[in-house]
T-cell receptor
Framework: QKEVEQDPGPLSVPEGAIVSLNCTYS??????FMWYRQYSRKGPELLMY????GNKEDGRFTAQVDKSSKYISLFIRDSQPSDSATYLC??????????????FGKGTKLSVIP | NAGVTQTPKFQVLKTGQSMTLQCAQD?????MYWYRQDPGMGLRLIYY???????DKGEVPNGYNVSRLNKREFSLRLESAAPSQTSVYFC?????????????FGPGTRLLVL
């Protein structure tokens, strides 16, 4: 079992819909949880991050972490065509000798149809 | 302020050929990273450099070498390319004042090995 599981989609929704993107993980040592957005043929860019369990809101985006279930979510309200991208979840884990690494999900490709 | 730049943008190699992927950042970041991104596999760390003069292996280092030439530049070398190294390669850097999660990615190099 991979440490981070993410449904690759693709996910297609109409403009204005609420989008829910999810990841599950197996490593209970993960403490920081991130969402990156990657437009086609571009590098990933950090969208949001949360520490431990709870919710974090930024405009139309809400990140949610449930450590007891090892489950994280990203909600997009009032989705726009400009939200069409691949969304990657990532988690920070300890790799030894004072070093931390990021483990990424495979990414979910989202299309918002006008 | 260009951020993270990568050259070349696209390259075709024959099996057994060598090449060096170049990465530079102008944000005065200490840490730099090389990832590869494959369909269905997500982003995987190849090598990283926590600071000038140091390099460490990531999850998939076999077949690659790196050089941290100075604080700005971090290159990735394929000594004898194999078709399994066909991928999109991303360089990233991290601000020492930010957590590991704030990584800034370059636009990527698409490599095809025939």
């Amino acid at each position: 079992q991979k440490e981070v599981e993410q449904d690759p989609g693709p996910l297609s929704v109409p403009e204005g819909a609420i989008v829910s993107l999810n990841c599950t993980y197996s490593n209970s040592a993960f403490q920081y949880f991130m969402w990156y957005r990657q437009y086609s043929r571009k590098g990933p860019e950090l969208l949001m991050y949360t520490y431990s369990s709870g919710n974090k809101e930024d405009g139309r985006f809400t990140a949610q972490v449930d450590k007891s279930s090892k489950y994280i979510s990203l909600f997009i309200r009032d989705s726009q065509p400009s939200d069409s991208a691949t969304y990657l979840c990532a988690m920070r884990g300890y790799s030894g000798a004072g070093s931390y690494q990021l483990t990424f999900g495979k990414g979910t490709k989202l299309s918002v149809i006008p | 302020n260009a951020g993270v730049t990568q050259t070349p943008k696209f390259q075709v190699l024959k099996t057994g050929q060598s090449m060096t992927l170049q990465c530079a950042q102008d944000m005065n970041h200490n840490s730099m990273y090389w990832y590869r991104q494959d369909p269905g596999m997500g982003l995987r760390l190849i090598y990283y450099s926590a600071s000038e003069g140091t390099t460490d292996k990531g999850e998939v280092p076999n077949g690659y070498n790196v050089s941290r030439l100075n604080k700005r530049e971090f290159s990735l070398r394929l000594e004898s390319a194999a078709p399994s190294q066909t991928s999109v390669y991303f360089c990233a850097s991290r601000d020492p004042g930010q957590g590991l999660e704030t990584q800034y990615f370059g636009p990527g190099t698409r490599l095809l090995v025939l």
